[in-house]
């Protein structure tokens, strides 16, 4: 398909697919709960956190995420004490166990009382066209805290080749303008041009059959070989493109 024809393509299907009434099958629904930005924020990254697996299954582990958190995300986060994080322990998804969710609960509130958020954080170190080096960066003060080591898996590092898709998921979710009704737009720190495509098995096979992507492997050099494609259909917001390729491979299964 030729670009022309193929920007023409994915524009149709990104408004097709950019829309509220899909918030009811994603798990963008759980911090679209909340009003204050930092509420949002803390919902959004621990919901993007276990984002793998069956979408309902995220949606209802979230949920359960934010009882445990007295749905008050950012008043528990930075308030709670040892005792009353000790209920995190019950907590489950897949690989994500209670000590992580206390673990990534204590990072959030060392990210939030010694660098100003996260927002400040990830534009402090977003130098170039891209934001994965800030990331890695981002990632390793949240680890200052004292942890196990089982729970870093959990904060993907593309230093380290990692996709990253939750965390650019996450990203998306708060630097895209809230114009569709679907991301936040509530960092405006950061630029749409900075963000990267959360590369995962659906929107990667959809961009592989497009031509927009030649490696086989869902990894960083995917990623970084998206961007390029995705860049030059859209400069100044690449990654709405995003909407396009989940959408064709979740809900149309395109080959």
């Given at each position: 398909?030729?670009?022309?024809?193929?920007k023409?393509?994915?524009?149709?299907?990104?408004?097709q697919?950019?829309?509220?009434?899909?918030l009811?099958?994603?798990?963008?629904?759980?911090?679209?709960?909340?009003?204050?930005?930092?509420?949002?924020?803390?919902?959004?990254?621990?919901?993007?956190?276990?984002?793998?697996?069956?979408?309902?299954s995220?949606?209802?582990?979230?949920?359960?995420?934010?009882?445990?958190?007295e749905?008050?995300?950012h008043?528990?986060?930075?308030?709670?004490?040892?005792?009353?994080?000790?209920?995190?322990?019950?907590?489950?998804?897949?690989?994500?166990?209670g000590?992580?969710f206390?673990?990534?609960?204590?990072?959030?509130?060392?990210?939030?009382?010694?660098?100003?958020?996260?927002?400040?954080?990830?534009?402090?170190?977003?130098?170039?066209?891209?934001?994965?080096?800030?990331?890695?960066?981002?990632?390793?003060?949240?680890?200052?805290?004292?942890?196990?080591?089982?729970?870093?898996?959990?904060?993907?590092?593309?230093?380290?080749?990692?996709?990253?898709?939750?965390?650019?998921?996450?990203?998306?979710?708060?630097?895209?303008?809230s114009?569709?009704?679907?991301?936040?737009?509530?960092w405006?720190?950061?630029?749409?041009?900075q963000?990267?495509?959360?590369?995962?098995?659906?929107?990667?096979?959809?961009?592989?059959?497009?031509?927009?992507?030649?490696?086989?492997?869902?990894?960083?050099?995917a990623?970084?070989?998206?961007?390029?494609?995705l860049?030059?259909?859209?400069?100044?917001?690449?990654?709405?493109?995003?909407?396009?390729?989940?959408?064709?491979?979740?809900?149309?299964?395109?080959?």
């Open positions: 398909m030729k670009t022309i024809a193929l023409t393509f994915l524009d149709a299907k990104t408004l697919y950019q829309r509220p009434e899909f009811s099958s994603d798990p963008i629904q759980i911090p679209h709960r909340f009003h204050e930005k930092s509420d949002i924020e803390i919902a959004a990254f621990l919901t993007a956190t276990i984002a793998w697996g069956n979408r309902l995220i949606i209802r582990s979230a949920n359960r995420m934010m009882e445990l958190l749905q008050a995300p008043d528990f986060v930075m308030s709670a004490s040892e005792e009353e994080l000790e209920p995190l322990q019950g907590f489950v998804h897949r690989t994500f166990n000590l992580d206390i673990t990534f609960v204590k990072g959030l509130r060392h990210i939030y009382s010694n660098y100003g958020g996260m927002e400040s954080l990830f534009a402090k170190y977003a130098h170039g066209e891209d934001l994965q080096g800030a990331i890695t960066k981002v990632r390793g003060h949240f680890f200052e805290i004292p942890h196990l080591q089982r729970s870093e898996k959990h904060f993907s590092n593309p230093a380290k080749g990692s996709a990253a898709k939750r965390i650019n998921m996450f990203l998306r979710w708060m630097v895209r303008p114009d569709s009704g679907v991301d936040f737009g509530l405006t720190q950061l630029q749409p041009s963000l990267s495509c959360p590369l995962d098995v659906h929107s990667g096979k959809v961009a592989r059959a497009l031509g927009l992507l030649s490696r086989k492997q869902n990894d960083a050099r990623v970084a070989e998206l961007d390029k494609a860049r030059k259909l859209d400069p100044g917001d690449p990654v709405k493109y995003d909407f396009a390729l989940f959408g064709l491979g979740v809900f149309e299964r395109f080959q």
